[in-house]
């Protein structure tokens, strides 16, 4: 079966070569400068005709007219908006199996996961996502740790934006569980982190009396509270190295709540342990009921892709439907917008999901933010992503129109300064759209595979709906 | 009779008690002057300024502004654009237990109504409403070869007048579904026999062939002659006075069919039985676009999709998509119609439209192939689709142009009722 | 909230008839009525003093918190109390307790500000009604599968407001949750006071007692033999383990006490090195145990076999290098049927049970356990001639939380309905000393005099339920003739309860319910009392709340007619004194 | 030991009503009128089954024996619309759907011990109703719980009909409610053509009598009133327990809505529905669905739907004279009223307060049922059985 599995990405993989190969060939770091486009820098006010400066990988400068060396490349933009690249805040996806079976976790990192051949990267530089927060799943206590990529490069390194920047948690329970089978394991998790401690603690201490040559004289406590200034990073062990950076608050982590209840229940969590101050809660549609909790915590949220939650009155049957982005801005919070992966068409795309909050009220400034510069900020890379400034990472895109239009294509994408999307070269889309004569050969269809019994791929349901929230 | 009529007059002041304790929207069915910034009168009519006048259910006027007489109840929106509702002429909706809304008795059943499995109260029906979709097909369920009769429907309103049509155009599948959708496919055994627990087609060889055979006796029915009844899959009795109205002419027929080789059959079989009938989803109707013409055959094209999936994806079926396909269809002169099929909601017939203009239609052509053109097709085109004074008043307010993802659906009026959204006091 | 929108799906829309629960903290300065005069002098000395405080403070918030004064007028009062019935009488409430309770003389009491005076001749008032044994507002959100760690409070929806809305304005103000069953010990419960709907987080008291089953089920050991075995073993190894416990602090102390007068621990490198090696010998211990499967827990061994889940492995190593994680990964398949411990699964679906796989595992006296013995004199002797640091028991959750129950610091409950069980169950109360109740109890009918006499108290769920044609139709009527025969049997304290019910509702009916429990016997104090004072002592929070005592908190409702009529209706809930419904307000 | 005492004379008084044959007058503190009131300290006459008189100014002929029953109130005997007693299950028949022609007269036994149940659940009057896995059941029977044998059938009741998903499958035709529609068309189109045909489903057909038509959800509701109006029927809809979510389709039905089973652990979504119905004039009645549920269930039932709000002339409708209607034996059964069948209840107190016990049932004048203490677990049982 494995080598079949291996055989099968290979296939994807060349298939896909020949497409990353064009991105790869014209990508070259070099200065380039995008002139006469209307600038959206997302931080600021709309330039309406104006310049980027990329050089050395990252934005040289932003403004109406900008110096360029006599070396640019000078790429005109007349009629085009240059918006900087969007940033999906927290997905499963481009991951091999988003959860290890086993709760807890903490050791793990999705590095070893992430699968550059997967078309969701595809998909995402053509619809202009060009930094991806890559998580283990939601079906987990504690998981690993997660990572930025951008949707380009032949391996994981290649993609890398900023490695190890969250721990993944969860407070809803995971398959198998019930809520509280799953918070008796995050107590006993983190109990047992603190004993291990307090144990190494006080073997640092005894060791070193056996190197001094000295005998123990004080009772444990006292050992374990002198120890603890002994231990060394080296003397962690791995499986817990993680833990304990959570539980000293110097690890930004993503906590999981599907439902209204496991709001106060994350927030609770998260305050006991430690990590409160680091956290980002990626919240259920139906969490908008615990708004007054979420407000409270004042810590910034990723929505749902699916921005509307629909239920029925309990009492009346009457169905209710409360657009949850309205809720969580009304509430002064930061949010990040997902993408929904279930529909044909639109949530799928992030700007789409930007316009639908501008469609119910949100003001168009919050609603790019939370594409942009929100994410960017939550992930730690504020100063680094998320808009159009002068030292930041050259994601740009150059796009067809306004980036809530529904006839704007993206039509050139720059990761790190270098042009890894031109729509003119894109294969996939240039098929879609081809006259009927010029396509006799392959289908404009995913590569299809034949289905394994009882075996889980992601590359399957790739774009149906996941069964369960991962 | 004398008791219902006593009972009716209990009822009476019941009646008048609930509209009191209905909500604001009750206020709505006075005369409303909509002052718009924009009405698509039809897609090729439009007042910039705009203006409706909504007056016992029907569209009084319409013009570029109107006078408001002192009983009118001014409603200024100077962002918004009114069209008329959409409609769909392929939906799925509203079916109350899935797997059990396909007869399965026969592979032939155009007897059976697809309005007697839908609960009109569906919220289905609601987020269609909502979209601004006001009138659907309801189309039956694909799983037979030539399966009932849809029922055109609004989709609000009291369900007295609702029903536009209980029993519209039949439909026929040509694909997959009706060879394995729901079927137990046992082999007819020297016992049993045949029967409806063996379904007869397993291929398209016999799925062609039940289809013919139906047609085939219904033209002999017509002719005055006795088909005989021993071929396998002969038509039921039940069924054959439908089909002879279908091959006579006097009732529509629509067959449903995905791959360019199933549209090419449906057409081969319309042309030896000399029938007429519309193209539903029609994913690969851009491939063989001549032949469609010189059959005259409409299409109702949909859903637009960029990675197929469920059944469509299942069947391989929609493999050879392409997003042009409506820019194609429409350059060489088809009539076509936009449907959202199964979708609905959010997700439905208004972003299908957004989605078609991305691929390259204009906002004029998406408002035809969701108004105008389907409500030709079904044959409702004097009632429904455009905004022509005197006509019940099936209109959508949206909150800047329509078809874009910024915009949004605000207010419908289905039957000149406030059926989604609330207007400001 | 401004996002929302409602759709439509039929046409004329009929109000709802549900309490708007956002009414408290107001009070009503309309009431300018009278008192008599014993009620009205001591309403001026408390408004005075009241006033006064008020004054200096005038927050709403105080108001809210009980700055002023209730009194329910001209009612009969059914305390729950040694007072019992009191016809035309008055209760008081002030700062959240209830001030006073006791016949009102009817005589003209002066208006004063701050009294929110109720005339209610005709009408009944009682305690808040407590659901001793419900679901709900239970969401456990997974298949169930509660362990003794679990606690109800994670599994509270307290954003279930509705079904918490439909219990309180039925005269409800506090319910005990139950974890659901799953068979054996399943967590502890919480009691909710439903004080506040949009913050019954805050009102919640956790671990109010332990919840068990017997009989019911569904995974791990289904023979009643094996079940109950299972609940000793657990039991006997907490007593072990408290016992190891308080062996460890009584050395500790020696221990301190030795340090203190100068002893030293000496350390030498061979002392390291053999610690290790006992270490890697204890580790293959562990995995043959595993397989031997045995339940007793020796008192080093690491505590998430107790779990039984997929954890066993990784989490036991101190250090994991990168080998012994592949191998583990490998392995994880093969350890789920072989790191098995019968007493560990219940509750636990992932592990099957088998009890013929492993004909060691009945035997008392594990080999391990000896080997520890053997280890533990070893270092004993060495205690001897030198200072040596005590060893601490493992941690052990399962029974860090059953030794409360052994130690009688909360109460423990078995759900057992079948008679034989309930012996049993008794049995088991009986050599553990525990502050036990018995829950469900079906099938009380012939042993009601031994439960009596075990002086344990009785809680009996739903007295009549569907029992239709599935298998438990020999349940029919059990419990209605429970409820009698406990009372016959003059069991103490017998509650009446919603339940498991097991779909988060709960307690609407509990008047109801106690109304069967008459038709069936039980006399019309006695079901009041159920519902209210002996539901709360079962909750061991009858201190506080149950009756309408002097001093007690004012949880007090206000009926119409007779709380166990039929068409009688709630009319007021007040919790600590603040009004949290009104029928006018919810109609 | 006092109370054991008064309990032993209580029955021994009752033993000598059922001894003193054909005619006898009880005493009593009141009786629940059809409207749901009581009226206070009345007397009820008894002549050969039957109820000769009731009130408070009802004169005892000479000999009539005259039992006091001060302390207890008097009850109609209740009435269960849908039931499956005495028929051990296997009520319904695999092969076919539509099953017009099968009567459920020939398929119960009238010595199963279920009738014992439900008499003593105050039952007297029950349909005992083919199941619900058939768009056409058959014609149900109305009988009596209890009472000499030979008396106890009192007709043949409403057709049954279910548009329920069990009542389609893929095993047999239709296999689908449009289907099962299209044939309920064609035949009623033919009982129309022939006037003669008076079997139950064409004398439904035709619109002369009313049918049980299961629908249980909303939907069905909905389905069946589009259905009844088109088609002109009379249709009672059984298990439309959301009934209030559909209140026009519900309306236009003009028919009672039976509504069923009622227990401690149902949500307020269907508690509230009659208190909604009630209010829209709209009757009903409750069902037991015994024996799947227990019989008792139905007087629980009244009392919940009367505890959220339903009004309690519609309740004590609801067990009596809305599904003696249903059933069509209003004129024998259904309430206390002079020339009905004595099928009455002894309670020690309000029959509608779940507090009150039945201390005996009686069917046509013969009791067939009388409480034992519960508290008298430990032997006394003695005065039990007469």
Redesign the interface.
């Known amino acids: 079966m494995n080598q079949r599995r291996l055989h099968r990405s290979a296939t994807m993989a060349l298939m896909l070569s020949a497409a990353i190969a064009v991105f790869v060939s014209a990508a070259q770091a070099q200065t380039v400068l995008l002139e006469n486009g209307k600038i959206i820098p997302v931080n600021g006010e709309p330039i309406e005709k104006g310049s980027v400066l990329i050089k050395n990988g990252r934005i040289e400068a932003v403004g109406a007219s900008v110096d360029a060396p006599f070396d640019a490349k000078v790429i005109d933009c007349e009629g085009k908006v240059i918006f900087p690249g969007m940033i999906d805040a927290h997905t499963w996806r481009g991951l091999d199996v988003p959860n290890e079976s086993p709760g807890v976790t903490p050791f793990l990192n999705v590095y070893d996961a992430i699968d550059p051949s997967q078309l969701f990267f595809e998909d995402s530089l053509r619809d202009g996502v060009l930094s991806i927060h890559v998580s283990p799943g939601n079906n987990t206590i504690i998981d690993g740790l997660t990572r930025v990529v951008h949707p380009i490069g032949l391996t994981p390194e290649q993609m890398t934006t900023a490695p190890d920047v969250a721990m993944k948690l969860s407070v809803t329970p995971k398959t198998g569980y019930d809520r509280m089978r799953q918070m008796a394991e995050f107590r006993e998790a983190f109990r047992k982190l603190d004993e291990e401690m307090a144990q190494l603690a006080e073997k640092k201490y005894e060791d070193k009396l056996r190197e001094d040559e000295k005998d123990l004289t004080v009772p444990p406590e006292e050992a374990r509270e002198k120890g603890k200034e002994l231990i060394e990073p080296k003397d962690i062990p791995d499986k817990n190295r993680n833990l304990l950076m959570l539980s000293q608050g110097k690890l930004r982590n993503f906590v999981y709540c599907g439902a209204a209840m496991d709001v106060p229940a994350a927030i609770r969590t998260a305050k006991q342990y430690g990590f409160f101050d680091q956290s980002v809660f990626v919240l259920g549609s139906e969490t908008f009921k615990a708004i007054d909790a979420l407000k409270d915590a004042g810590r910034p949220v990723v929505l749902d892709g699916n921005l509307v939650h629909t239920e029925a009155d309990a009492l009346t049957g009457e169905e209710e439907e409360t657009f949850v982005p309205k809720v969580i801005d009304d509430a002064g919070l930061k949010f990040a917008l997902q993408r929904q992966w279930g529909s044909t068409l639109g949530e799928r795309y992030l700007w789409y999901q930007a316009a639908r909050c501008v469609r119910e009220g949100i003001s168009r400034d919050h609603a790019l933010k939370s594409i942009t510069l929100w994410p960017a900020e939550m992930l730690g890379l504020g100063d680094r992503l998320g808009s159009l400034e002068k030292g930041k990472d050259a994601n740009v895109l150059v796009l067809s129109g306004d980036p809530l239009k529904m006839t704007t294509w993206v039509e050139l994408g720059f990761v790190q300064g270098e042009k890894v999307y031109d729509k003119a070269e894109d294969i996939r889309l240039n098929r879609l759209f081809a006259a009927p004569e010029d396509e006799l050969g392959p289908s404009t269809a995913p590569v299809s595979q034949p289905v394994e019994e009882g075996h889980t791929e992601v590359h399957q349901g790739e774009y149906e709906e996941p069964e369960t929230d991962q | 009779m004398m008791r219902?009529l006593l009972?009716m007059a209990?009822?009476l002041p019941?009646i008048t008690a609930?509209?009191l304790?209905?909500?604001d929207r009750a206020d709505e069915s006075g005369p409303i002057l909509l002052k718009v910034g924009k009405v698509y009168v039809s897609p090729n009519e439009i007042f910039e300024p705009g203006a409706i006048m909504i007056r016992d259910g029907k569209i009084d006027a319409v013009g570029e502004s109107l006078p408001a007489i002192d009983d009118v109840r001014v409603i200024d929106m100077p962002e918004a654009t009114i069209t008329a509702g959409l409609i769909d002429a392929a939906a799925t909706v509203g079916y109350?237990?899935g797997f059990?809304?396909?007869?399965?008795?026969s592979e032939v059943?155009p007897?059976?109504?697809?309005l007697?499995?839908v609960?009109?109260?569906?919220?289905g029906f609601?987020?269609l409403a909502?979209q601004g979709v006001t009138t659907v097909y309801i189309s039956p369920d694909a799983a037979s070869v030539i399966g009932?009769q849809g029922a055109i429907v609004r989709t609000a309103g009291?369900?007295a007048q609702r029903i536009i049509n209980p029993a519209s155009s039949i439909k026929a599948t040509i694909g997959r579904e009706p060879i394995v959708k729901?079927s137990?496919n046992r082999t007819p055994s020297r016992f049993s026999g045949t029967s409806?627990?063996t379904r007869r087609p397993t291929t398209r060889m016999g799925l062609t062939w039940v289809l013919r055979k139906a047609f085939h006796d219904a033209q002999m029915v017509n002719r005055g002659e006795t088909p005989g009844t021993s071929g396998e899959g002969s038509p039921s009795a039940?069924s054959m006075p439908i089909l002879v109205d279908v091959v006579k002419g006097e009732k529509p027929l629509r067959i449903q069919a995905r791959a360019q080789n199933d549209i090419l059959t449906a057409l081969r079989v319309a042309r030896e039985f000399n029938l007429t009938f519309v193209l539903e989803e029609g994913t690969e109707a851009?491939?063989c676009?001549d032949e469609l013409k010189a059959a005259n055959v409409p299409v109702i094209y949909g859903?637009?999709?960029?990675?197929?999936?469920g059944w469509r994806?299942q069947a391989?079926e929609?493999?050879?998509?392409?997003?042009?396909a409506p820019r194609?269809l429409l350059d060489a002169g088809l009539t076509v119609a936009l449907s959202a099929c199964e979708?609905q909601g959010?997700?439905g017939l208004g972003?299908m439209g957004?989605?078609a203009?991305?691929?390259?239609l204009t906002r004029k052509e998406v408002l035809a192939a969701m108004t105008t053109t389907p409500a030709q097709i079904l044959g409702i085109d004097g009632q429904a689709g455009t905004l022509a004074a005197g006509r019940g008043a099936d209109l959508v307010v949206w909150?800047g142009e329509p078809?874009?993802?910024?915009?949004?659906v605000n207010l419908v009026f289905a039957g000149g009722a406030l059926v989604?959204?609330?207007i400001d006091k | 909230m401004t996002g929302t929108v409602s759709r439509y799906t039929q046409s004329p829309i009929h109000p709802v008839d549900r309490p708007p629960l956002r009414r408290w903290g107001k009070l009503k300065y309309s009431c300018y009525c009278s008192l008599n005069g014993r009620d009205a002098l001591t309403m001026r000395v408390i408004c005075r003093v009241i006033l006064g405080w008020v004054l200096l403070t005038p927050t709403t918030s105080v108001w809210a918190q009980g700055g002023g004064i209730t009194a329910i007028r001209g009612a009969t009062v059914l305390t729950s109390s040694d007072a019992g019935t009191i016809e035309n009488g008055v209760v008081i409430m002030r700062g959240g307790k209830i001030a006073d309770v006791r016949v009102s003389s009817g005589q003209a009491v002066p208006p004063m500000p701050g009294l929110n005076l109720i005339e209610a001749e005709g009408k009944y008032v009682t305690a808040g009604l407590i659901d001793a044994w419900s679901t709900l507002g239970l969401n456990p959100g997974g298949p169930i599968a509660p362990v003794a760690t679990s606690r109800a409070t994670d599994a509270l929806n307290v954003y279930d407001r509705d079904a918490f809305a439909d219990a309180l304005r039925m005269g409800v103000t506090g319910v005990c949750v139950t974890p659901p069953a799953a068979g054996g010990f399943s967590g502890t419960a919480a009691f909710v006071r439903l004080k506040d709907l949009n913050d019954l987080a805050g009102n919640v008291t956790d671990d109010v007692c332990i919840v068990a089953q017997v009989g019911l089920g569904t995974k791990g050991p289904v023979s009643r033999l094996a079940e109950l075995k299972a609940l000793r073993d657990l039991l006997e190894t907490a007593a072990a383990y408290r016992d190891a416990l308080d062996e460890y602090d009584e050395k500790l102390e020696d221990y301190k006490k030795a340090l203190k007068d100068g002893k030293t621990v000496k350390l030498t490198k061979d002392d390291d090195k053999e610690k290790e090696k006992k270490a890697a010998k204890k580790g293959e211990g562990r995995r043959g145990r595993g397989r031997r499967g045995r339940g007793r827990h020796p008192e080093h061994d690491h505590e998430h076999d107790h779990h039984g889940h997929t954890c066993v492995g990784i989490r036991c190593c101190d250090e994991i290098t990168e080998d012994e994680f592949v191998e583990w990964l490998q392995s994880l398949g093969e350890k789920k049927e072989e790191g098995h411990v019968p007493g560990d699964d219940i509750g636990n679906e992932h592990v099957e049970y088998d009890p013929w796989a492993d004909p060691d595992w009945a035997s008392d006296e594990p080999e391990e356990k000896k080997d520890d013995a053997k280890d533990k004199k070893d270092g004993d002797k060495k205690d001897d001639d030198e200072l040596k640091k005590p060893d601490k028991p493992a941690y052990d959750p399962v029974s860090e939380v059953l030794m409360r129950a052994i130690k009688r610091e909360i109460p423990i409950r078995f759900e057992v309905h079948r008679p034989g069980d309930v012996l049993h169950v008794l049995k088991l109360i009986d050599t553990y000393y525990l502050d036990a109740t018995v829950v469900g109890a079906s099938g009380l009918l012939p042993v009601a005099e031994n439960v009596a006499d075990a002086k344990v108290g009785v809680i009996v769920g739903q007295v009549i339920g569907s029992a239709g044609g599935n298998d438990r139709s020999h349940l029919r009527d059990l419990n209605l003739q429970s409820a009698a025969a406990s009372q016959h049997a003059e069991v103490s304290p017998l509650v009446l309860s919603s339940g498991r019910q097991g779909n988060g509702v709960g307690g609407q009916y509990l008047t109801q319910n106690a109304a069967l429990a008459v038709s069936g016997g039980l006399s019309e104090d006695a079901a009041i009392r159920a519902i209210t004072i002996e539901a709360a002592r079962s909750c061991k929070m009858a201190d506080e709340i149950g009756s309408l005592e002097k001093g007690k908190k004012a949880d007090v409702v206000l009926w119409s007619g007779h709380p166990l009529a039929p068409d009688s209706v709630v009319e007021k809930v007040f919790v600590d004194g603040v009004e949290v419904y009104s029928r006018e307000g919810g109609q | 030991m006092h109370k054991r005492m008064v309990f032993t004379l209580a029955l021994l008084l009752t033993a000598s009503v059922a001894l003193a044959g054909d005619s006898y007058a009880i005493k009593a503190a009141g009786y629940l009128k059809p409207d749901g009131s009581i009226e206070k300290d009345i007397t009820l006459l008894v002549i050969d089954g039957k109820i000769g008189a009731i009130g408070q100014d009802v004169s005892v002929p000479n000999g009539v024996a005259v039992v006091e029953r001060n302390d207890q109130m008097i009850g109609p005997g209740l009435v269960d619309v849908h039931t499956t007693l005495g028929t051990n299950g296997r009520n319904f028949e695999q092969a076919n759907s539509i099953e017009a022609g099968a009567r459920a007269k020939e398929l119960f036994d009238p010595d199963h011990h279920d009738f014992k149940e439900a008499a003593a659940a105050g039952i007297t009057t029950v349909i005992i109703a083919p199941a619900s896995t058939h768009l056409i059941g058959g014609r149900t029977v109305v009988v009596k719980t209890g009472g000499p044998r030979e008396e106890r059938m009192m007709g043949e009741g409403p057709l049954k009909l279910s548009l329920t998903q069990e009542a389609f499958n893929m095993r047999r035709t239709p296999t689908s409610l449009t289907g099962g529609l299209y044939n309920l068309r064609q035949m009623i189109a033919a009982a129309e053509k022939n006037k003669n045909d008076q079997s139950a489903f064409a004398r439904w057909a035709r619109g002369e009598t009313h049918a049980l038509v299961e629908v249980g959800t909303p939907e069905g509701v909905s389905t069946l009133a589009q259905f009844a109006e088109e088609q002109g029927l009379k249709c009672v809809a059984l298990y439309a327990n959301q009934a209030a979510e559909r209140l026009d389709d519900a309306k236009s039905l003009g028919q009672p809505i039976v509504l069923g089973t009622y227990e401690f652990s149902d949500p307020r979504r269907y508690t509230r529905n009659p208190n909604i119905l009630a209010a829209n004039d709209i009757p009903f009645a409750l069902t037991s669905s015994a024996p799947r549920y227990q019989s008792a269930l139905m007087r629980v039932g009244a009392a919940m739907v009367m505890k959220q709000g339903a009004p309690r002339s519609a309740v004590a409708a609801s067990l009596t004279t809305v599904p003696a209607e249903i059933a069509g034996v209003a004129k024998r059964v259904g309430s206390l009223t002079p020339g009905k069948d004595a099928d009455f209840i002894l309670y020690d107190g309000d029959p509608l307060d779940l507090r009150s016990r039945m201390r005996a049932v009686f069917i046509g004048g013969e009791r067939v049922y009388v409480s034992e203490t519960l508290a008298s677990h430990d032997g006394s049982k003695e005065g039990g059985k007469s």
């Open positions: 219902r009972l209990l009822c019941l609930t509209t304790f209905a909500d109350r237990f059990h809304d396909a007869e399965h008795r059943v007897e059976t109504r697809a007697d499995t609960d009109l109260h569906d919220p609601a987020d909502a009932g009291p369900r729901a137990f409806f627990l039940e851009y491939r676009i859903p637009i999709f960029d990675y197929p999936s994806a391989g929609a493999d050879r998509f392409r997003l042009s194609e979708l959010e997700g972003r957004a989605y203009r991305r691929c390259g909150s078809f874009e993802a910024t915009s949004k989604s959204g609330r």
